[in-house]
């Protein structure tokens, strides 16, 4: 069974400040790892995805990927009060397999 | 930006009754994918379909579920006999292909309420 762990939160985050939100995953064989926004009852949003162990960084976003640890997260720079929302952490095990997804993290940007 | 749309937004249906769950992929996009997510819980996959058949489906894609691609833009969801559990949100999800820089996007999503 594969698994997908991250801290519900709710994370407080000040604004402008760096949010950091972590996520850990089971499977030795995921190849792919995937950051969502979920804004309350709407649907996932991709915001970044990695697949090789470091940093990616798009704009205020840095994900950061660690296989040795089974460890994935995402850095939100800059944090706006627009950036409230879950963080949906999901893995994928390549293939048309489908996506497992973390319960995610409600993270609050205090203006 | 091209999207994945679904139909109807929301939809109220009578347990024991059939309901179909309708969904328009991004038109170059290969992988269609289908899942679900109960009121306060985690998104879960049901099923991905790729070149008119199943890929891949979850322990919850029972007989109860079908899927099909009547035509070449629409892909659809099927619950037979619907039941109190199968209230949630279901999403449709597209993609290129399975690459890793390939990524699923998602549709709005359908709010299936079973009475």
């Known amino acids: 069974q594969k698994e997908v762990e991250q801290n519900s939160g709710p994370l407080s985050v000040p604004e402008g400040a760096i949010a950091s939100l972590n996520c850990t995953y089971s499977?030795?064989?995921?190849?792919?790892f995937f950051w969502y926004r979920q804004y309350s009852g709407k649907s996932p949003e991709l915001i970044m995805f990695?697949?090789?162990?470091g940093d990616k960084e798009d704009g205020r976003f840095t994900a950061q990927l660690n296989k040795a640890s089974q460890y994935v997260s995402l850095l939100i720079r800059d944090s706006q009060p627009s950036d409230s929302a879950t963080y949906l952490c999901a893995v994928d095990g390549g293939g048309a397999d489908g996506l497992t997804f973390g319960k995610g993290t409600h993270l609050i940007i205090q203006p | 930006e091209p999207e994945v749309t679904q139909t109807p937004s929301h939809q109220v249906t009578q347990m024991g009754q059939e309901v179909i769950l309708r969904c328009v992929p991004i038109s170059n996009h290969l992988y269609f994918y289908w899942y679900r997510q109960i009121l306060g819980q985690k998104v879960e996959f049901l099923v991905s379909?790729?070149?008119?058949?199943?890929?891949?489906k979850s322990e919850i894609f029972d007989d109860q579920f079908s899927v099909e691609r009547p035509d070449g833009s629409n892909f659809t969801l099927k619950i037979r006999s619907t039941k109190l559990e199968d209230s949630a949100m279901y999403f449709c999800?597209?993609?290129?292909?399975?690459?890793?820089?390939?990524?699923?996007?998602f549709g709005d999503g359908t709010r299936l309420s079973i009475l």
């Open positions: 999800a597209s993609s290129e292909g399975t690459h890793s820089n390939q990524p699923q996007h």
């Open positions: 499977d030795r064989g995921s190849q792919s």
């Open positions: 379909f790729y070149n008119n058949e199943i890929s891949e």
């Open positions: 990695i697949y090789s162990n």
